[in-house]
């Protein structure tokens, strides 16, 4: 990709199409400052899901104090982890999905890479089913003679014309790139915030403040099973793409800022509304077992009639918000895997895999708690050590100064795996899939089998523990491989550490 394609400048005005892919963006196409990450994160996360995370946690046996200091640490674990890789974005204007080649080599990343764009789609297909059918749940009410049945949920052409909807708005902006979700997410950012403010108001009526503190305190392992959900829920998903939203800006970039907006945007308005999700779970445990099924419609029937309708149109931009900043990253993870594609044909693809998964969430899976939780700890078995490596191998990215050419094929700079990561990644994998259970019935045959009967019914088990496992083990296999026994692979130019773009490099580089 030569420079003339790369993304406008924002100081150019008009928003283009964009044109980069998994390329490394040129220096002279870098702007913004790092405070443009709070935006893109915040707006993803100040979602009335945050309330149903909250009850969540707490649905695992905690008491209030132990859910809330639970979930709040989780989150600023997993935040922090998400943060840390977004470094690489500046560092080398890669997108988080190629740089991990550095780590896993040209053809090997594209394990990990797969999995990343699994994890990907599975959080695109609950955030876009929940986004169609709150909008079908408004329709349903406002004019249920042609939108309800007779027990008041949305008929079927509602809530797929609502799906049609939802899935046309993400690809439309996703399709238009990085400047343009740049400039919808802070608009998104302050509505959604405000809104949110509005919502807490109406919802604390609803908070048995007599009856908080009630429920008893759960062991150890419950406890940091709390964390691990609460992780897997919101940070530990986002470690493939944290680099995505950070790779525009200036190589120069403090690390610092970087972590510190990234974290702050994605940990604060969880955690606030984790507080209020847990509060209402323990004075109204009702409500728990609704937010389980329909976690959406469970808490929207709590706000009077008039604040419902704007505020159901606020939680549908909200969720689509998130959706159009995860379906970009899914057409880069896409194009890191090497289709021949370009990200508007990507991103199309991804509508289509949308509609197949969302067919199952809404009109198949019995639970949306149990789906939901399954998918996460799945597929956070091979997402959280994939993380936890690259992060090891930071320290031998930035000794080779970012050099972007560790990206390529063998023969043009980088390698086309490296066996130290795949092992270390591999074997982490198995570990975490066999030390995990599963709600869902379907899921449940591909883990866990490395319990035995008694052990499933444990708590180690059943708070996914094997998660948090996983990514040790990746981690200190691989810091063993290649800082104690210090095992090297072959790479073209091994002593070629200059980080700089040299001319043309860019019309070949991580393609």
């Given at each position: 990709m030569t420079q003339s394609q790369s993304a406008p400048n924002s100081t150019s005005g008009a928003i283009k199409v964009e044109s980069n892919g998994v390329n490394a963006v040129s220096e002279a196409d870098r702007y913004g400052k790092p405070s443009g990450l709070f935006p893109i994160w915040f707006s993803w996360n100040v979602s009335i899901l945050g309330l149903t995370y909250g009850i969540y946690v707490y649905s695992l046996g905690l008491s209030v104090w132990q859910s809330i200091s639970a979930g709040i640490l989780g989150y600023l674990i997993s935040s922090f982890l998400v943060g840390i890789l977004a470094v690489g974005g500046p560092r080398t204007g890669l997108p988080t999905l190629t740089q991990t080649r550095f780590c896993f080599g040209y053809h090997g990343n594209k394990f990990p890479t797969l999995f990343a764009y699994i994890s990907n789609m599975g959080w695109k297909i609950t955030i876009i089913t929940l986004a169609s059918t709150t909008g079908a749940y408004l329709f349903a009410k406002l004019w249920p003679a042609a939108f309800a049945l007779t027990n008041g949920k949305p008929t079927l052409f509602c809530i797929v014309g609502w799906f049609i909807i939802s899935l046309a708005l993400t690809m439309a902006v996703a399709i238009y790139g990085h400047q343009l979700i740049m400039k919808v997410e802070k608009y998104i950012a302050w509505i959604t915030g405000f809104m949110s403010l509005i919502f807490i108001a109406l919802i604390l009526p609803h908070i048995h403040w007599q009856a908080l503190g009630h429920a008893k305190s759960g062991d150890l392992l419950t406890y940091i099973g709390g964390i691990v959900m609460a992780m897997t829920m919101v940070g530990l998903g986002f470690l493939n793409y944290g680099g995505d939203f950070a790779r525009y800006l200036p190589r120069k970039t403090p690390a610092s800022k970087v972590i510190f907006w990234t974290t702050g945007g994605i940990s604060l308005p969880v955690s606030i509304l984790l507080v209020l999700g847990v509060f209402l779970a323990d004075s109204n445990s009702a409500l728990s077992s609704a937010a389980a099924s329909a976690p959406i419609e469970a808490l929207t029937d709590l706000?009077?009639?008039?604040?419902?309708i704007p505020f159901s149109i606020v939680i549908i931009i909200s969720l689509l918000s998130a959706a159009i900043t995860g379906v970009y990253s899914s057409g880069l993870a896409l194009l890191a895997l090497g289709i021949p594609a370009s990200r508007a044909v990507t991103t199309a693809i991804n509508a289509l895999i949308i509609g197949f998964g969302a067919f199952y969430l809404m009109f198949i899976s019995n639970s949306f708690l149990a789906t939901f939780q399954s998918f996460l700890a799945s597929i956070a078995v091979v997402i959280g050590p994939m993380g936890a490596i690259?992060?090891?191998?930071?320290?031998r990215q930035r000794?080779?100064?970012?050099?972007?050419?560790?990206?390529?094929?063998?023969?043009?700079?980088?390698?086309?795996?490296?066996?130290?990561?795949?092992?270390?990644?591999g074997l982490a994998a198995i570990i975490g899939a066999g030390l995990i259970t599963s709600g869902d019935p379907y899921i449940a045959h591909l883990v866990g089998f490395l319990l035995t009967e008694n052990a499933r019914h444990s708590v180690f088990a059943t708070a996914n523990l094997g998660v948090i496992v996983s990514m040790f083990v990746g981690a200190s296999i691989y810091y063993v491989l290649t800082y104690v026994m210090k095992i090297a692979h072959p790479y073209s130019n091994p002593s070629d550490s200059n980080s700089?773009?040299?001319?043309?490099?860019?019309?070949w580089v991580a393609k």
């Open positions: 706000l009077p009639f008039w604040f419902y690259q992060l090891v191998d930071f320290k000794d080779l100064g970012w050099n972007i050419n560790l990206a390529n094929k063998a023969g043009m700079g980088g390698c086309n795996g490296r066996w130290t990561a795949l092992i270390s990644l700089e773009i040299p001319d043309g490099q860019e019309q």
